[in-house]
């Protein structure tokens, strides 16, 4: 006999599941990441990793956001051939109205980040929705679904190779991955497609994600077949790689390689790469007519004991009284801690100030940028009494064409943004003299913990793109790129790079 699925008990379950992922990352993530702190020489990488975990347990702790970026939602969804529907919406219908309730529960309210008409207008939708959804008929009279939240830092570096059969795999990925930047805020994930087409190579690669991590238990016992062998070359030649925590260098860039595959043609090897970030967000659940599904929230005992105190080294910064003199004396991988008052801004914001200052325009009322300092942030609305909600910093390079123009035009001497900057740009901050400081992206609500205030000064309309001026009460960031153009993201790989290539180190 069929079973019968009732239409709220699919977007109730697609809801909660989504709310839980926002804030509980999962036991084999917490796990993977406890030991790559453990491990951890580095001790840039170290203290990045430390408020990631630290991070994750006051998510856990406040029902919060790991990230500002609260992900575009894909789903994977395997459907029995015997199930029957009680529901007058269809199945994605019934997904993007759990998309729709999660997104907007009053008491956690995450961040709608997706747009429609993105080629032109990109006109928020609001809600999240719609999500990216994969279906399966397959035997049985059950659901299965996977449902994800995605940041778009993560997503943004997925690429794609149509590799000659003859090619090697290992030594594509390890071209890729140094190129990817640190924008997708690693230690994460790579899930890697292999075979098919070049759209199923894509999919593997997403569908790979859902798994959980297990490398350490593989190299434990040894590898199976030769998929668990590839998982732990690539493992260790992504990891000897140097990138490091957020790039900043260190022993450990991936927690672990998960790796689908399916037949391709004769002529292609396609492989997939899309990593997964330090907001790594996956829940899983089965309907089988009994009513919605639950999810047990993992014991806040398998987190680590750590707590995140501002550095005693770091330099305390006024930013109420900071001078271009203050700003060139800062040095690369120097721990600063930011007080007083800055300004946010990121894409759309950028786009309007450059236009209007382009054309020769004044700014807004109110929106005055000479000698202060921009932290690239679209943060999640507050609830309760919070300033604000999580707020994390997003990937600057997406600002490097707006730079010039901020530095010689607006007036900013300094930026605050997550992972490195282009050559591009890191040349004009060296011309202009001017600094760029970098947060720890996916520790977004224990940054929220620094902001003391926050009101919008330009833009209203542009939500979370609004122009907001942040107080905030030691703030802590890095000096990545100094006023001698010299980046941390170079040299911290470069080192660790060598390092490890002569010391023998687990990664896992
Ligand atoms: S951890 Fe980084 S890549 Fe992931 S959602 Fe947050 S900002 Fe985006």
Same mark, same amino acid.
């Given at each position: 006999m069929a079973t019968h699925i009732k239409q709220d008990d699919l977007i109730q379950s697609v809801a909660d599941a989504l709310q839980y992922i926002s804030y509980y990352h999962s036991p084999d993530f917490i796990a993977a990441m406890a030991r790559a702190w453990e491990l951890e020489q580095s001790p840039a990488a170290k203290d990045a990793i430390r408020q990631i975990l630290v991070n994750s347990r006051l998510c856990a702790e @406040?029902?919060?956001?790991?990230?500002?970026?609260t992900g575009i939602v894909t789903v994977f969804c395997k459907v029995g051939m015997d199930v029957r529907w009680d529901a007058t919406l269809t199945l994605d219908e019934m997904i993007n109205e759990g998309v729709r309730r999660a997104y907007n529960l009053p008491e956690n309210r995450l961040r709608a980040s997706i747009v429609s008409d993105p080629a032109f207008?990109?006109?928020? #939708?609001?809600? *999240? #929705?719609?999500a990216v959804i994969h279906t399966e008929l397959v035997p049985g009279d059950q659901v299965e679904i996977a449902v994800a939240a995605k940041g778009g830092g993560s997503e943004n570096k997925a690429k794609l190779g149509m590799l000659?059969? %003859?090619? %090697?795999i290992v030594d594509f990925i390890c071209e890729v991955v140094p190129k990817m930047g640190a924008g997708w805020c690693p230690p994460g994930v790579l899930g890697i497609g292999i075979g098919g087409t070049a759209e199923k190579a894509m999919v593997l690669a997403k569908e790979a994600l859902m798994q959980p991590i297990d490398i350490a238990a593989v190299r434990a016992r040894g590898p199976r077949d030769a998929i668990e062998k590839l998982r732990l070359e690539i493992l260790d030649r992504v990891n000897a790689l140097g990138v490091g925590a957020q790039g900043l &260098? &260190?022993? #450990? #860039? $991936?927690l672990d390689i998960k790796i689908l595959d399916y037949p391709t043609h004769a002529a292609s090897l396609p492989i997939a790469i899309i990593p997964n970030c330090a907001a790594t967000r996956h829940a899983h659940f089965h309907l089988d007519g009994s009513g919605p599904a639950k999810l047990t929230p993992p014991d806040l =005992?398998?987190?680590?004991?750590l707590d995140y105190e501002p550095s005693a080294e770091a330099l305390r910064v006024d930013l109420d009284t900071l001078t271009r003199a203050q700003v060139q004396s800062w040095r690369p991988g120097q721990r600063i801690l930011l007080s007083g008052k800055m300004l946010t801004g990121r894409d759309a914001a950028h786009k309007r100030i450059c236009d209007l200052l382009e054309s020769g325009k004044p700014l807004p009322d109110g929106l005055d940028f000479h000698n202060r300092v921009i932290y690239y942030v679209g943060p999640v609305d507050p609830v !309760? *009494? +919070? $300033? /604000? !909600?999580?707020a994390g910093p997003t990937t600057a390079t997406r600002m490097d064409k707006f730079t010039e123009t901020m530095l010689s035009? =607006? @007036?900013?001497?300094a930026m605050v943004g997550k992972a490195e900057r282009g050559a591009e740009a890191v040349g004009v901050i060296r011309k202009h003299q001017s600094a760029y400081l970098m947060a720890v992206g996916g520790a977004a609500y224990l940054v929220s913990k620094a902001i003391r205030g926050s009101r919008v /000064? =330009?833009?209203? +309309?542009? &939500?979370? +793109?609004a122009v907001y001026e942040f107080e905030v009460k030691d703030m802590p960031v890095t000096v990545a790129v100094d006023a001698r153009g010299e980046s941390v993201h170079e040299t911290g790989p470069r080192l660790w790079r060598a390092k490890i290539a002569g010391i023998p180190v687990a990664t896992a």
């Open positions: @406040g029902h919060r956001p790991i990230c500002q970026d207008t990109r006109r928020n #939708t609001k809600d *999240n #929705t719609p000659n059969p %003859s090619d %090697s &260098g &260190g022993l #450990t #860039t $991936v =005992a398998l987190w680590p004991k !309760g *009494n +919070e $300033v /604000v !909600g999580p035009k =607006a @007036g900013l001497i /000064v =330009a833009f209203p +309309e542009l &939500g979370m +793109e």
